[in-house]
């Protein structure tokens, strides 16, 4: 059974820019979380996708969006990048329904803004 | 609002060795659950083992085990026979399946950094 694949692995973009993300989640899997990354705010929720529905979303500006398609892959997008939006992009999937079983993760995407 | 709190940035082991990581949290739901997951280098997070907590038995998994204790608010975790490969970053994670706006989100702690030296 394939994991959580995320693509690119590396990313570089120039302030300003915008970037889009991609998360494939484990087949049968509806719900996909996206994470940040960094050294200094360690690991914070940015939103989580149901069945093509924002069902939550952390403390992000509004540059930071993303959506589900209907095969559940999800995309985020991130524009007018800033020097801090750089970080480790984590998404996570889950069945939806069993939320004690925790989410997998894929391996992450690191954006670089310079 | 919910916090977790790691207060060992860094931890080191002999291999074959026990070593256990602690793990505080705060909250005031009586239902959640709570998860240790580990981060190599390869950065994948992987599941290591998830507790329910209104379930008072604490989960095992292989090597891996927990000393939840709810009144405390305290999820422990306990390596037993350390290995090379257990070498990662451990981050604790709270989980709260209720309804509102936090529903199903994870609030993970900064993160302990274990060594298992040869």
């Known amino acids: 059974k394939a994991g959580v694949t995320q693509t690119p692995r590396y990313l570089i973009k120039t302030r300003g820019q915008q970037v889009t993300l991609s998360c494939s989640p484990i087949s049968g899997h509806r719900s996909v979380s996206w994470y940040q990354q960094t050294p200094g705010q360690g690991l914070q929720f940015l939103f989580e996708?149901?069945?093509?529905?924002?069902?939550n979303k952390g403390n992000f500006p509004g540059r930071f969006s993303g959506r589900q398609f209907s095969n559940s892959r999800s995309e985020m997008n991130v524009s007018t990048l800033e020097l801090g939006d750089s970080a480790l992009y984590l998404c996570?999937?889950?069945?939806?329904?069993?939320?004690?079983?925790?989410?997998?993760f894929g391996s992450g995407t690191r954006l670089t803004v310079v | 609002a919910q916090t977790v709190t790691q207060s060992q940035p860094e931890m080191s082991v002999q291999e074959a060795e026990t070593v256990t990581l602690s793990c505080t949290y705060d909250t005031s739901e009586s239902n959640y659950y709570l998860f240790w997951y580990k981060q190599p280098p390869s950065r994948q997070m992987i599941l290591v083992i998830r507790?329910?907590?209104?379930?008072?038995q604490n989960a095992t998994e292989n090597r891996f085990s927990v000393n939840f204790q709810k009144a405390a608010k305290s999820f422990s975790l306990k390596i037993s026979d350390s290995q090379l490969g257990d070498t990662a970053m451990y981050f604790c994670?709270?989980?709260?399946?209720?309804?509102?706006?936090?529903?199903?989100?994870?609030?993970f702690g900064k993160g302990t950094k274990l060594s298992v030296k040869p």
């Open positions: 996570a999937s889950s069945p939806g329904q069993a939320l004690r079983y925790g989410y997998t």
């Open positions: 996708y149901f069945s093509e529905t924002q069902r």
């Open positions: 994670a709270f989980m709260n399946p209720g309804g509102g706006g936090s529903q199903g989100n994870l609030i």
């Open positions: 507790q329910e907590a209104y379930k008072q």
